[in-house]
């Protein structure tokens, strides 16, 4: 990510009006580009499709994908966080209606996959928001050591599970499982 157009400021209404408004976050107003490379992107892939097959099997909520954009961090002025990939878990919005903008609740799950251009600072700025919000579980997948750092509302500290180990949906996708390994491409021998 990268900071764009630092001089105009810019509303989330705005963001939605963008011709290229899905490559962009808005943090205090300014303009973030998203990029992510080949591997980052079919991970987010991978997860998304993992992640819908249970909630579509076990009728639990929606999963949306990277141009979902969310408004619910108060304190921020115009914030809009897009997820990589996020759950909201049914019985949350109005109507059970998703809106044609920006979502103004937080998702109950945040998965950020880790892309080549995405500075430490900026994506530990992101899981603070996260948190701040009161998003109950977050994933941030790491393809350099194949890992997934998992924050939650209901502990202090982070934890990281590592290739070969099992990532679980805890309290927010009760049942969900699956191997981090199975989150990556095969290792080539």
């Known amino acids: 990510m990268s900071t764009a157009d630092v001089e105009t400021r810019h509303t989330a209404d705005g963001l939605l009006e963008m011709p290229n408004s899905k490559s962009f976050e808005l943090v205090d ?7 992510m490379g080949g591997l980052s992107s079919w991970i987010n ?3 998304g499709k993992l992640l819908a097959t249970f909630v579509d099997d076990n009728s639990l909520g929606w999963v949306l994908d990277y141009e979902a954009g969310y408004t619910c961090f108060g304190g921020h002025g115009d914030t809009v966080r897009k997820p990589d990939v996020s759950f909201v878990r049914y019985g949350r919005l109005p109507d059970e209606e998703l809106p044609n903008g ?3 609740i937080t998702p109950d799950l945040a998965v950020e996959v880790v892309s080549p251009n995405d500075r430490v600072y900026e994506l530990q700025s992101k899981v603070a928001d996260y948190l701040a919000a009161g998003v109950a579980l977050i994933w941030v997948v790491n393809p350099a050591d194949r890992s997934v750092t998992v924050y939650s509302q209901a502990s202090d500290q982070p934890v990281v599970v590592r290739n070969g180990g099992e990532l679980t949906g805890g309290d927010v996708l009760p049942g969900f499982q699956c191997q981090v390994s199975s989150l990556f491409p095969p290792v080539k021998e």
């Not at 107003?29 to 990029?35: H, I, Q, S, T």
């Open 29 to 35: 107003g300014l303009l973030v580009e998203r990029n």
């Open 45 to 47: 892939n991978r997860i």
């Open 102 to 104: 920006h979502i103004t």
